[in-house]
């Protein structure tokens, strides 16, 4: 058998797990284009590796700390991250490709999928009770001690650690404004006229708006939020206020904007909120209708790009992530007691 060519001689090969992120498919979603007179596109980041958006964060933060020799490839070292599952499950395949463990801390309050999946993939996890921000037992602080631990002893180890700290970490978004938003501007030849997400860390919206507005200044970016997160207020008043939950995971803030989100203040236009029924009827309406399965977050974007393509009325292209995938929350979004329990719709095929 001949030895294979290296991948750059077959254009159609990418190299590996950390080639294989990115490069999404934009989705025209046709009822809510047609429901509007706007084009409506929905990035597909449910399709990535990790099944979401933040793969692209992961493979951002480890690169970034191998950049900066915090990590070296083939020796060994520690990722330890606080998160709602998403960046874990990111992180943790861009480390086991690259030779590396994981330690994630994550409510236990996330969906048992994000949670099992994490498991499976050979995560160290840590559930921690839901907290404020300002108690040392929050998931972000406590990943942050347990790091802060690990390095300390890290001469004693010789294992490199990294606290890859999503919320402040910056490589974040600017792994967004070298990859997202430039496909984002590709795939639609420049033709787009607004772009729309609810935000976590902010990566994702940051990112995207800085690509996008350095080449079109005039590309509107409206924060999505939902309903009972305070980062609208932040965005409409420079005050974070929040009052009651959602049950979307991973997006909206309750006591401060993450300083990915703000890094990007300067371009965002304006914030939309969006109730969990709104987001709820998008994606119930895209998986029966669009053959889409999504999660919530996806939904409270759909349901705020539909808001935003009214307010500017027909003939728009508006883009918006769909974040990962409905597979991720069957015990919840998709349940109908968890449904029921919470005064919230149940579709005719579930109940
Ligand atoms: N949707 C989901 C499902 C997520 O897990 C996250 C990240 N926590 C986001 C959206 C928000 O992305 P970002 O952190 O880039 O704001």
Redesign the pocket.
């Known amino acids: 058998m001949s030895a294979q060519p290296a991948t750059s001689t077959r254009p159609h090969v990418v190299d590996g797990l950390a080639g294989a992120i990115g490069d999404t498919p934009l989705i025209r979603l046709r009822r809510a284009s047609a429901a509007t007179g706007c084009e409506i596109l929905g990035k597909a980041e449910f399709m990535q590796p990790g099944g ?3 793969d692209r ?1 992961g493979l951002g933060i480890i690169v970034d700390a191998e950049r900066r020799g915090q990590l070296v490839p083939g020796q060994p070292g520690i990722v330890v991250e606080g ?5 874990g499950i990111g992180l943790t395949l861009v480390a086991n490709a690259r030779g590396y463990r994981s330690i994630i801390v994550v409510p236990h309050t996330q969906s048992r999928e994000k949670l099992d999946f994490l498991r499976m993939i050979g995560a160290d996890l840590r559930l921690v009770d839901p907290k404020p921000l300002r108690d040392p037992g929050h998931y972000v602080n406590t990943s942050r001690r347990i790091a802060e631990e690990l390095a300390a002893q890290a001469e004693r180890t010789g294992e490199r650690v990294i606290w890859a700290n ?1 919320f402040g970490n910056l490589a ?1 978004a600017a792994m ?1 404004e070298a990859t997202t938003g430039p496909e984002i501007w590709e795939q639609t030849a420049g033709g787009v006229d607004a772009f729309t ?9 940051t990112g995207v708006a800085r690509a996008l507005k350095a080449r079109n200044p005039r590309v509107r970016i409206v924060l999505a939020d939902p309903m009972g997160s305070g980062l609208w207020s932040w965005v409409r008043t420079g005050e974070v206020k929040a009052e009651g939950n959602s049950i979307t ?3 909206g803030q309750a006591s401060a904007a993450p300083g ?2 703000e890094s990007g203040r300067e371009f965002i236009d304006d914030a939309l909120q969006v109730t969990d029924p709104e987001a709820l009827e998008q994606i119930f309406d895209l998986q029966q209708h669009e053959g889409l399965s999504v ?4 939904g409270v974007n759909v349901a705020a790009a539909i808001k935003l393509a009214r307010e500017m009325g027909p003939g728009h292209t508006i883009v918006t ?1 769909l ?2 995938g409905g597979a991720r929350y069957q015990s919840k979004i998709f349940n109908p007691d968890f449904l029921r329990e919470r005064g919230l719709p149940v579709p005719p095929w579930l109940a």
Do not use: P
């Open positions: 979401s958006v933040k964060a998160t709602a599952g998403n960046t999503q974040n967004h997400c609810a935000c976590g860390t902010g990566g994702t919206l995971e991973g997006i990915n989100l999660g919530g977050s996806a992530i974040c990962d």
